[in-house]
């Protein structure tokens, strides 16, 4: 399991870096110049080993931000462990906010890296894009925590997910056309998430159901919230986008969290009721 973690206060030295006292030093100020990879590992590390970045550390990435090229951001290996980085559920919005804060984060995804700080103009966004975002992944990854009351039944839909990296992804990437300041910032999102996408070689059936999230991450909170689930043409046409049972259990997934990473009253009883409806439906 995941969330037994060992919390190692013993010193150990692995990979260039060594750790005491959950954080994590740099053993030589030029690590990250030896092996531009380090910078990935790091956090493959502190996600590993459950470590902080250290003061040390957190100022040499800042002073690294160089050595994040274009072949940085294609490179296959780089690619990998960022991947397996968002596999481990339960435990990603940690590390993706330890990114986040040293910056590297949006050097290596710079469609996400826009948002940071973005004032979101609507009235029911309480917090910037950049931070919106991290909260529904935080609360994705509660889900693989104990059974909670009221959230049992997306507790086992995210048990049951086949491509957990897939869906943190499209929660990273779902509002990342809002910096771009178009009327709707979906279309500009799959956009985003279709370069990402290129550039990290997700293919065929992730590939697709990465934009479809992305494209479609309103369309069950809408179309629950706005429209007569008692019309079978309203129905009919929901069930024509979605296509699969995977596609709806994702979409369920990603609109709880984004729901809920919005503001309470986002994802009131009556809203959860409508969607859970039409989920059903």
């Known amino acids: 399991n995941f969330m037994a973690r060992r919390k190692s206060s013993k010193a150990e030295k692995f990979d260039g870096f060594s750790s005491r006292n959950e954080r994590i030093f740099p053993d030589d100020p030029a690590i990250f110049k030896d092996d531009p990879h380090r910078l990935m590992r790091l956090f493959s590390h502190t996600q590993h080993r459950h470590l902080r970045l250290s003061p040390e550390l957190f100022q040499l990435v800042q002073e690294s931000f160089s050595l994040v090229t274009a072949a940085f951001r294609y490179n296959k290996t780089i690619r990998e462990t960022f991947e397996g980085i968002l596999t481990r559920k339960g435990d990603v919005a940690r590390i993706l906010r330890q990114m986040h804060r040293v910056g590297f984060l949006g050097k290596y995804i710079p469609e996400f890296g826009a948002l940071t700080c973005l004032v979101q103009h609507e009235f029911f966004h309480h917090y910037t894009a950049d931070e919106?975002?991290?909260?529904?992944?935080?609360?994705?990854?509660?889900?693989?925590?104990?059974?909670?009351?009221?959230?049992?039944?997306?507790?086992?839909?995210?048990?049951?997910?086949?491509?957990?990296?897939?869906?943190?992804?499209?929660?990273?990437?779902?509002?990342?056309?809002?910096?771009?300041n178009k009327r709707t910032h979906s279309d500009e999102s799959v956009t985003l998430a279709?370069?990402?996408?290129?550039?990290?070689?997700?293919?065929?059936?992730?590939?697709?159901?990465?934009?479809?999230?992305?494209?479609?991450?309103?369309?069950?909170?809408?179309?629950?919230?706005?429209?007569?689930?008692?019309?079978?043409?309203?129905?009919?046409?929901?069930?024509?986008?979605?296509?699969?049972?995977?596609?709806?259990?994702?979409?369920?997934?990603?609109?709880?969290?984004?729901?809920?990473?919005?503001?309470?009253?986002s994802w009131s009883g009556y809203k959860e009721g409508s969607v859970r409806q039409l989920y059903h439906l």
Request: hydrophobic fraction near 45%; aromatic fraction near 6%.
């Open 132 to 180: 919106h975002t991290l909260r529904t992944i935080d609360i994705l990854d509660e889900l693989s925590g104990a059974q909670a009351k009221g959230r049992e039944f997306y507790q086992s839909l995210f048990r049951e997910m086949q491509q957990p990296a897939i869906l943190y992804l499209a929660l990273l990437l779902h509002d990342s056309g809002r910096a771009a």
């Open 194 to 265: 279709d370069a990402v996408a290129r550039r990290m070689l997700i293919k065929l059936e992730r590939r697709q159901l990465l934009l479809f999230l992305v494209d479609n991450h309103l369309l069950m909170y809408r179309t629950a919230t706005t429209m007569n689930l008692e019309d079978p043409s309203v129905i009919e046409e929901f069930a024509q986008v979605i296509r699969t049972k995977e596609n709806l259990d994702a979409l369920m997934l990603l609109t709880y969290a984004d729901s809920r990473g919005t503001s309470d009253k």
